[in-house]
């Protein structure tokens, strides 16, 4: 269980330090700025509403496969959580590149604070067993 803990931290830390040195670095620093490019915008969007509910279907299809063997399977419970943080973090790195391309934290920071929200409540639990 500390390992799937220090993934999880592992993974949002890694955002929040892109997401720092986007806003003390790489913007302050950016002397010309580019036409917005919306199509990333919109493919964040749409990862946001695709790819994130499909991966805690997945998620929920492993647990349930890990709760109906005789004991909890703990490979599958953790390759279920990983998936789903996989699937958050591909949205919010998206998000911020899309923020470095534009130039702008806005629109993209929305969709961003959505992923990064969902991968936080996402936090490793100890699996159920089965009653």
Do not use: H, Y
């Not at 993934?7 to 002397?31: D, E, H, K, N």
């Not at 973090?89 to 959505?114: D, H, Q, R, Y």
Request: a positive charge; charged letters at 10%.
């Amino acid at each position: 269980m500390l390992r799937l803990w220090i993934i999880w931290s592992a993974l949002l830390m890694g955002q929040a330090m892109f997401l720092a040195m986007l806003v003390l670095v790489i913007l302050p620093q950016r002397t010309q700025t580019n036409p917005p490019v919306p199509a990333l915008q919109w493919v964040d969007l749409g990862m946001l509403v695709t790819v994130v509910p499909i991966a805690f279907l997945v998620r929920a299809s492993l647990f349930r496969r890990a709760r109906n063997e005789s004991e909890t399977n703990p490979v599958l419970f953790a390759t279920g959580n990983i998936v789903v943080w996989a699937a958050c973090e591909s949205v919010a790195f998206l998000g911020l590149t899309a923020a470095v391309v534009n130039g702008s934290l806005k629109p993209t920071m929305f969709v961003v604070a959505i992923a990064v929200g969902l991968q936080v409540l996402a936090f490793p639990r100890p699996p159920q067993p089965n009653p």
